[in-house]
């Protein structure tokens, strides 16, 4: 029995390695953290740090940081930020006609889904946003996750997916991850979300993305391809 299943288990581990690590590392892991901060907020109403966070932000806020997070929050956005994602969607569908649509789906699905997931959690969790005392602006809706968060981090980590096994895959992995930490970042900054809030939409976007592309690449094995690259078969 031993021997069987070391002999079926062991090969579809080899052959689908990276499928399995992006599962437990992009979908398991950030989904159990995000379930330990929902329960806190659900059951306490937050954390003690939260606040604190907060107020450290608020010692440290300048001229020049406020505009720069002003315009963070601009540009990641209900305004800009979809107008951005359609464009680089648009123009992946140009550029190959196969890998491309399969790619721009990923991108819209991926932050359009992560948009609409942020509003029904809200609506679960109604957790009121930072008092306005210590906000530079105010902000209608609740607070718990970040809708900014989760948009921004689903928008970073599509893109890493989809260019991941071309030569720009460093790159834009880099960019996303910081872009999703200073829009998150800001969020805090300005005191219209909890640090919570913030960690909550990036783990819960993680979770959405990985399990997207691994959905949809079983679909559309053109999305394990770099744009104007290669398939790669081992995933």
């Not at 079926?8 to 989904?31: D, I, K, M, N, Y």
């Amino acid at each position: 029995m031993l021997a069987r299943v070391r002999q079926e288990f062991l090969p579809f581990v080899r052959h689908h390695w990276r499928s399995l690590l992006l599962l437990l590392l992009g979908v398991l892991g950030p989904l159990l953290l995000f379930t330990e901060l929902a329960e806190e907020v659900l059951e306490e109403g937050g954390f003690a740090w939260d606040q604190a966070v907060l107020s450290w932000y608020a010692a440290q806020r300048t001229p020049t940081l406020t505009r720069v997070a002003e315009t963070l929050a601009q540009i990641g956005g209900v305004q800009v930020l979809p107008l951005i994602t359609l464009a680089i969607a648009w123009l992946l569908g140009q550029a190959d006609s196969g890998r491309g649509r399969a790619h721009g789906w990923f991108l819209l699905t991926g932050v359009m889904g992560a948009t609409l997931l942020n509003v029904v959690a809200k609506v679960i969790f109604q957790r009121p946003r930072p008092d306005e005392m210590v906000a530079v602006l105010t902000e209608p809706g609740y607070s718990f996750p970040s809708g900014h968060a989760m948009a921004n981090a689903a928008f970073g980590m599509a893109l890493t997916l989809v260019f991941w096994r071309s030569r720009a895959g460093w790159p834009v992995a880099v960019f996303g991850a910081l872009w999703a930490v200073a829009v998150g970042t800001s969020r805090n900054y300005l005191g219209v979300h909890y640090p919570s809030d913030v960690l909550a939409g990036i783990t819960a976007s993680s979770a959405w993305v990985a399990g997207l592309y691994i959905l949809m690449s079983r679909r559309w094995p053109g999305l394990r391809q770099s744009p104007g690259g290669q398939r790669d078969t081992r995933t």
